[in-house]
């Protein structure tokens, strides 16, 4: 195990993120809670330098993350969970018993297929769209143009225009309600997601919650949902957090995000009436 853990440390590690991004968080989670140590590098996703040929030339598709081990190049952030834990194997992030391997499966695929997919309509109007409200249409027509899939595009301009009244933002909410559901339900089996020990079901679904907290909507996901507001509790106490999530950003993005944090509270309280 020694042996293991000197490789785990050598190896040059490389983590190309953006803060604000769940599936980054994820990978830094990971990496937190076996103590690998990483290296970083910002790819600044509101001005799309991940649609810049350099960055596209290490993630065809333009996402974050990547990540660099050693001499591999990794992308897909469930991949990439899925090299650290094969990498270094302890502490397991995989439960030992075979249903509680399943169960931890069906959460990294909730993530991938529905919750990920949905995040979008609210985390673009608050993270992204305060910084392209100056841009006129020619220029966001020009950087829309680089992105290649073309469902992707036409929601990114849908929530570049209408902001929380675009239909993405409803589903978003929908589904992230339903998500939190469905943590509550297994939260009452078990103590963690996938059973009695922390895994990567937690560290897949952690993100959102933390994210949209610090959207401002703590209270609203965990209103009715106690046992998510205690794993959250229990989460942010692990010494993988501070690492994990951390929010570095020049004060007027934070400030761009505070001010739609506030209309997202408007949306909410008009919704709910
Ligand atoms: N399936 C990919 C999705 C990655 C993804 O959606 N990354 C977002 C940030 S969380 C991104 O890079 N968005 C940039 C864009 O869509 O232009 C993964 O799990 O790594």
């Known amino acids: 195990m020694a042996a293991e853990r000197d490789d785990r440390m050598s190896t040059p590690v490389l983590l190309y993120h953006y803060p ?49 081990w050693g001499e591999e190049l990794l992308v897909e952030s469930t991949a990439i969970l899925d090299y650290i834990q094969a990498a270094c194997p302890l502490p397991s992030l995989v439960p030992e018993a075979p249903r509680e391997v399943a169960a931890m ?27 392209w409200l100056d841009r006129s249409p020619d220029e966001i027509e020009a950087m ?50 996938a059973g009695d020990s922390f895994s990567l079901a937690d560290i897949a679904l952690l993100p959102y919650v933390q994210i949209a907290s610090f959207y401002g909507i703590e209270a609203w996901m965990l209103e009715g949902r106690p046992r998510v507001g205690d794993w959250f509790a229990r989460c942010r106490a692990r010494p993988s957090w501070q690492k994990g999530t951390e929010i570095h ?25």
């Open 20 to 68: 604000l991004s769940p599936c980054c968080d994820k990978v830094r989670l990971a990496l937190a809670e076996k103590g690998i140590a990483w290296q970083e590098t910002m790819v600044d996703l509101a001005s799309k330098a991940n649609l810049a040929p350099d960055y596209l030339a290490l993630n065809p598709k333009g996402y974050v993350p990547t990540l660099r």
């Open 105 to 131: 499966r069906l959460w990294l695929k909730h993530v991938d297929e529905v919750l990920h997919p949905a995040w979008p309509g609210l985390a673009w109007p608050i993270a992204v769209r305060p910084r």
């Open 144 to 193: 829309l143009a680089a992105l290649l899939d073309p469902a992707r595009r036409d929601r990114q301009r849908r929530l570049l225009k209408e902001g929380f009244g675009s239909p993405d933002t409803q589903t978003s909410f929908r589904v992230l309600a339903a998500t939190l559901d469905q943590l509550e339900k297994a939260l009452e089996r078990r103590a963690w997601l």
């Open 249 to 273: 950003l020049p004060p007027e993005r934070l400030e761009g995000i505070h001010r739609a944090s506030a209309e997202l509270q408007q949306f909410l309280a008009a919704s709910a009436t």
